[in-house]
């Protein structure tokens, strides 16, 4: 029998269990490595970049938004492109860590999830390859800012949103989006192409370690991304026709009304009396997560998973239409809907919110909306602190982490209420 060392605890795991345990490190390796990858060539990229730039080689740089583009800036060498590259990189790394999904429910001889899991793959690839295609300008986009200055304090800014996006399931795109705005005069499109990057940074970021530690319910995850993703992909084409104002205003008041069960639940360590769902068992959903405040096992059921999947479908419009990850309203619905723990709820969020952007990732992107120059810094920023934050995360009680999250969703609310009033 297969076993495991976690925090000093050794474990027994069944055969089962191994199989599941071999699905989970596969995923996180996955991560893992598409995020250490991305990180060395935009690290590469954007130093030869800042060489060329106070060389005097580059004067008015623009950058490649499509995909023959970057290739053949990469063979001739443009710095830009090679950034551009090492972001496509991030960008595709949940679409890949879905894809391997698929493969290692094959391994666990699970039928229905590589059902689902290759559903959720078809709507990330028509979304890239066919919406993105069809809404992208042909044009090279120019660079909006250059300076070295406006990169470290970028990053810094950005590593703040990744710390708080891992704890709470957010993105960071809600506060990326007003500190380029305000801070640093960034056009609101090009502060949105870098929230989208914020978001897929910090879910890979974060997703990685909890997965490798079984903080994620990869099930959940993967059964509510067929609705998150088909909304993203639906909020992206409305956000063409659709004047954002009022849609500010209504997520904002949703989000102050969602939050008062939270805030009635706020001394709740644990869900109690919960009942699972007519469909819980048959789609698997039901798990548990080490506790490493108890060092044990903590079992828990899944409830109203119909509204849950509604829900979902809700946030990945949001997503598509305001350019963020809509992770607090993700947490809300598997925390006051399903009745997840909180701690599996924010993780889950973290586990989701990539492929929720990475499905209108790529019409932002051929939009010529996703600077490198701006993109690189938040990238790197949020990489940093997602890691930071997933960390803190997992020796933090359910109550503690309700307690960081509900000041966040107060925040939020009223910086949609904000952007809506035409305030920021």
Same mark, same amino acid.
């Given at each position: 029998?297969?076993?495991?060392?976690?925090?000093?605890?050794?474990?027994?795991?069944?055969?089962?269990?191994?199989?599941?345990?071999?699905?989970?490190?596969?995923?996180?390796?996955?991560?893992?490595?598409?995020?250490?990858?991305?990180?060395?060539?935009?690290?590469?990229?954007?130093?030869?970049?800042?060489?060329?730039?106070?060389?005097?080689?580059?004067?008015?740089?623009?950058?490649?938004?499509?995909?023959?583009?970057?290739?053949?800036?990469?063979?001739?060498?443009?710095?830009?492109?090679?950034?551009?590259?090492?972001?496509?990189?991030?960008?595709?790394?949940?679409?890949?860590?879905?894809?391997?999904?698929?493969?290692?429910?094959?391994?666990?001889?699970?039928?229905?999830?590589?059902?689902?899991?290759?559903?959720?793959?078809?709507?990330?690839?028509?979304?890239?390859?066919?919406?993105?295609?069809?809404?992208?300008?042909?044009?090279?986009?120019?660079?909006?800012?250059?300076?070295?200055?406006?990169?470290f304090f970028v990053l810094f800014s950005s590593a703040f949103a990744g710390f708080v996006g891992a704890?709470?399931?957010?993105?960071?795109?809600?506060?990326?989006?007003?500190?380029?705005?305000?801070?640093?005069?960034?056009?609101?499109?090009?502060?949105?192409?870098?929230?989208?990057?914020?978001?897929?940074?910090?879910?890979?970021?974060?997703?990685?370690?909890?997965?490798?530690?079984?903080?994620?319910?990869?099930?959940?995850?993967?059964?509510?991304?067929?609705?998150?993703?088909?909304?993203?992909?639906? %909020?992206? $084409? +409305?956000? /063409?026709? &659709?004047?954002?104002?009022? !849609?500010?205003?209504?997520?904002? #008041?949703? @989000?102050?009304?969602?939050?008062?069960?939270?805030?009635?639940?706020?001394?709740?360590?644990?869900?109690?009396?919960?009942?699972?769902?007519?469909?819980?068992?048959?789609?698997?959903?039901?798990?548990?997560?080490?506790?490493?405040?108890?060092?044990?096992?903590?079992?828990?059921?899944?409830?109203?998973?119909?509204?849950?999947?509604?829900?979902?479908?809700?946030?990945?419009?949001?997503?598509?239409?305001?350019?963020?990850?809509?992770?607090?309203?993700?947490?809300?619905?598997?925390?006051?809907?399903?009745?997840?723990?909180?701690?599996?709820?924010?993780?889950?969020?973290?586990?989701?919110?990539?492929?929720?952007?990475?499905?209108?990732?790529?019409?932002?992107?051929?939009?010529?909306?996703?600077?490198?120059?701006?993109?690189?810094?938040?990238?790197? %920023?949020? $990489? +940093?602190? /997602?890691? &930071?934050?997933?960390?803190? !995360?997992?020796?933090?009680?359910? #109550?503690? @982490?309700?307690?960081?999250?509900?000041?966040?969703?107060?925040?939020?609310?009223?910086?949609?209420?904000?952007?809506?009033?035409?305030?920021?």
């Open positions: 029998m297969a076993s495991e060392t976690y925090d000093g605890k050794v474990i027994s795991l069944g055969p089962d269990d191994s199989i599941i345990r071999k699905t989970e490190l596969i995923i996180s390796g996955v991560l893992r490595g598409g995020v250490l990858l991305s990180v060395a060539i935009i690290l590469g990229g954007i130093s030869w970049f800042f060489v060329q730039l106070y060389t005097g080689v580059l004067v008015h740089p623009t950058f490649p938004d499509t995909l023959p583009a970057v290739v053949h800036g990469v063979v001739a060498g443009d710095p830009l492109a090679v950034v551009v590259l090492g972001l496509l990189v991030l960008l595709a790394t949940p679409v890949l860590r879905v894809a391997v999904s698929i493969v290692a429910f094959a391994l666990e001889e699970d039928r229905t999830y590589v059902i689902i899991t290759t559903l959720v793959l078809a709507i990330l690839l028509f979304s890239i390859f066919g919406v993105g295609a069809w809404l992208g300008r042909p044009e090279p986009a120019m660079v909006q800012d250059g300076r070295l200055g406006f990169f704890l709470v399931g957010l993105g960071g795109g809600v506060f990326i989006v007003p500190i380029l705005t305000l801070g640093f005069g960034v056009p609101f499109d090009a502060a949105i192409g870098a929230s989208i990057v914020s978001v897929i940074a910090t879910s890979s970021g974060a997703a990685a370690a909890y997965v490798r530690d079984r903080m994620t319910n990869l099930r959940v995850g993967m059964f509510l991304e067929v609705a998150t993703t088909m909304g993203a992909i639906c %909020g992206a $084409l +409305l956000s /063409a026709l &659709l004047n954002p104002t009022v !849609l500010f205003i209504v997520f904002g #008041v949703v @989000l102050l009304i969602s939050a008062m069960p939270l805030v009635m639940r706020l001394g709740e360590e644990l869900p109690a009396n919960v009942i699972n769902h007519k469909w819980a068992a048959r789609l698997r959903l039901p798990g548990s997560y080490p506790d490493r405040r108890t060092r044990a096992d903590v079992a828990y059921n899944v409830a109203h998973i119909r509204w849950g999947f509604s829900l979902m479908y809700i946030a990945g419009l949001i997503s598509g239409l305001l350019g963020i990850g809509s992770g607090t309203f993700k947490v809300l619905a598997m925390d006051t809907a399903m009745r997840l723990p909180m701690k599996v709820s924010t993780t889950t969020s973290n586990f989701m919110i990539g492929v929720t952007a990475a499905a209108s990732a790529g019409i932002f992107f051929q939009r010529g909306d996703i600077d490198p120059a701006i993109a690189a810094p938040v990238a790197l %920023g949020v $990489l +940093l602190g /997602a890691t &930071l934050g997933a960390k803190m !995360l997992t020796r933090m009680s359910n #109550v503690w @982490l309700k307690r960081v999250f509900v000041p966040v969703i107060v925040l939020v609310a009223l910086n949609m209420l904000a952007r809506g009033l035409g305030w920021l």
